[in-house]
């Protein structure tokens, strides 16, 4: 009997989990609340539905009698998963696991009542509160709200006078309920990739991660593997290890954040019980590994214990555009000669939420991951070489500006332009 797999979303991020189906051989079937998503048509069986509603999902996982169930790069519908799958007896995280792994609040006291190496983070409710703290702490400070992904609501707060603007931003996410503020940890930050059972957790890869500039720290970038030493490596692992635990995570994929501090070593940021966005798990991590991280997690929703072992020792990297500026894009050139650059894997001229560049588009700060505005995806035979051939990219794109400013992809000024015409991509 083929298996029937239920996949939470439908959307761009979920597309890869019902490509991965299809090549198994195993049936699947798909709910979002948009009925234009693009993967209602990609799969077996679409529905159109909030996935955030256990109890509709539960009718249409028996109705359509599923073996599994399962999201793939979003921490939305993690809980409903646990819910779902408790109820149905599938295969999936505890609901215990899924509110500590999707709520920042449950996630550090889990931490801390571990002794999980973390920030120290205290709840505040009031903007008095967070200028209070924030002093016994000592600035810089970081403020977030409970609940998200993508960097929203996530702001470094530098001096007691920009408190106020911060808190106001972090309100604008999340209107009630407590905020987290912790104290600011220095150093690189990394992502690890990776995946547990019901008895073992496995890491797959450490990906370095590039940040734009300003208050919220926004992924400008990452690559793989990670440049750090063996030593600082193995510290990374034993506080991933550490953070797995403390949740009690379970037949799921993960995506952990860690701060390197120089003072105090390896600390958790958080760890999402699903695999992470950016093109990391679905494309980063298959190119310098070799792991094909969606495969694990289809397996893991039909209750397999897969082992994903590297067999690659290669890089890529993935780089965002950064025009370092605001505006009203014009023209923009150059894109057809990425595709000359060795190693090419994804050329996306295109926002996620607001779609692709073209004459009109508007360029804003980039605030969450939503804002970024496209990127380029190179792989290498090192880690040098895919940044190397990131930058080579981001350098040959030309935006101009309605006000005639012209910039490359990594904000530099340009003086002579392409042909001034919006390239489509071939």
Same mark, same amino acid.
């Given at each position: 009997?083929? #298996? ?7 959307? #761009?991020?979920? &597309? ?14 798909? *709910?979002?609340? /948009? ?13 159109? %539905?909030?996935?955030? /509603? ?25 809980r409903t998963v646990a819910e779902v799958g408790e109820r149905m007896g599938l295969t999936a ?36 509160? %967070?200028?209070?703290? %924030? ?22 707060? +530098?001096?007691? =006078?920009?408190? %106020? ?14 905020? *987290?503020?912790?104290?600011?940890? =220095? ?10 059972? =019901? ?8 990906? +370095? ?62 760890? $999402? ?12 991590? #298959? ?12 397996? *893991?929703?039909?209750? !397999? ?16 555009? +950064? ?11 150059? *894109? ?15 926002? !996620? ?8 588009? &508007?360029? $804003? ?23 190397h051939r990131c930058q080579a990219a981001t350098s040959m794109l030309q935006f101009e500006f !309605? =006000?005639?400013?012209?910039? /490359?992809? +990594? $904000? ?10 919006? !390239?489509?991509?071939?």
């Amino acid at each position: 009997m083929i #298996p029937s797999l239920l996949v939470l979303g439908a959307g #761009p991020l979920q &597309i890869p989990a019902l490509h991965e189906a299809r090549a198994l051989g195993i049936r699947s079937v798909a *709910l979002d609340a /948009n009925p234009a998503a693009v993967g209602l048509a990609l799969c077996d069986a679409p529905h159109v %539905a909030d996935i955030l /509603n256990p109890d509709k999902v539960e009718a249409i996982a028996r109705e359509e009698r599923v073996n599994g169930i399962m999201t793939l790069c979003t921490d939305a519908p993690v809980r409903t998963v646990a819910e779902v799958g408790e109820r149905m007896g599938l295969t999936a995280l505890t609901p215990k696991a899924a509110a500590r792994a999707t709520d920042k609040r449950l996630m550090r006291q889990a931490f801390a009542d571990a002794g999980a190496p973390s920030p120290e983070t205290r709840t505040v409710e009031t903007l008095s509160e %967070a200028k209070v703290t %924030a002093e016994a702490f000592g600035y810089p400070v970081a403020l977030k709200i409970g609940c998200s992904s993508g960097s929203r609501g996530v702001y470094r707060v +530098d001096r007691g =006078d920009a408190m %106020a603007a911060a808190y106001e931003s972090c309100r604008s996410y999340q209107k009630e309920g407590a905020l *987290l503020l912790e104290e600011w940890v =220095d150093g690189g930050e990394v992502s690890v990739e990776g995946y547990c059972t =019901d008895t073992a957790h496995a890491i797959v890869a450490i990906t +370095d991660k590039f940040l734009f500039p300003g208050r919220s720290p926004v992924e400008a970038g990452h690559c793989q593997p990670s440049h750090f030493e063996p030593h600082i490596q193995e510290q990374i692992r034993e506080a991933v290890h550490a953070g797995l635990a403390a949740l009690g995570l379970t037949w799921c994929a993960f995506h952990a954040e860690v701060k390197v501090s120089p003072a105090k070593g390896a600390r958790l940021i958080e760890i $999402g019980a699903r695999l992470g966005g950016d093109r990391i798990s679905t494309h980063l991590t #298959p190119l310098s590994t070799g792991v094909n991280l969606v495969r694990v997690a289809v397996l *893991l929703a039909l209750g !397999e214990r897969p082992e994903a072992f590297p067999i690659l020792d290669r890089g890529a990297c993935v780089r965002y555009f +950064d025009l370092k500026r605001s505006g009203v894009l014009k023209h923009l050139s150059g *894109l057809r000669r990425l595709y000359g650059i060795p190693g090419a894997e994804i050329i996306y001229p295109a926002s !996620e939420r607001d779609g692709l560049l073209r004459e009109g588009f &508007i360029i $804003g700060e980039v605030r969450s991951s939503l804002d970024r505005y496209g990127h380029v995806l190179y792989s290498g035979s090192t880690r040098e070489e895919a940044i190397h051939r990131c930058q080579a990219a981001t350098s040959m794109l030309q935006f101009e500006f !309605e =006000d005639g400013d012209c910039r /490359n992809g +990594d $904000g530099l000024a340009v003086m002579e332009t392409l042909p001034r015409r919006l !390239e489509k991509v071939p």
